[in-house]
């Protein structure tokens, strides 16, 4: 069953969202992110300063629902400006 994006994210892009990363541990691990809203998106650009799991973070970007991925966890999203707000935990699963 195919994930669907929030209102929040469709609406209006230029909005920030605020969302956790988190590292999912299938299929040789990859990280997502879980937004306030419960929504998950598949981050096809995280930014390594950011890719620690745990880590609370602001973004703005578009979702991608044409990009295939193996992952089947999330919507496919670009993140086009990122902030961290909380920095997460670094672990030996999370490098990658």
Known sequence: MPTTISNEIESNRDEWIVATVHFIN??????GLICTDYTR?????LDSTCALDG????IQGHKCPETLTIQQWGTPFTITQIELIERGRESVNSMI
């Not at 299938?26 to 990280?31: C, K, M, S, V, W």
């Not at 998106?41 to 650009?45: E, Q």
């Not at 880590?55 to 602001?58: E, G, H, L, N, T």
């Open 26 to 31: 299938l299929e040789g691990g990859f990280f």
């Open 41 to 45: 998106l598949l981050p096809l650009n």
């Open 55 to 58: 880590a609370k973070i602001k």
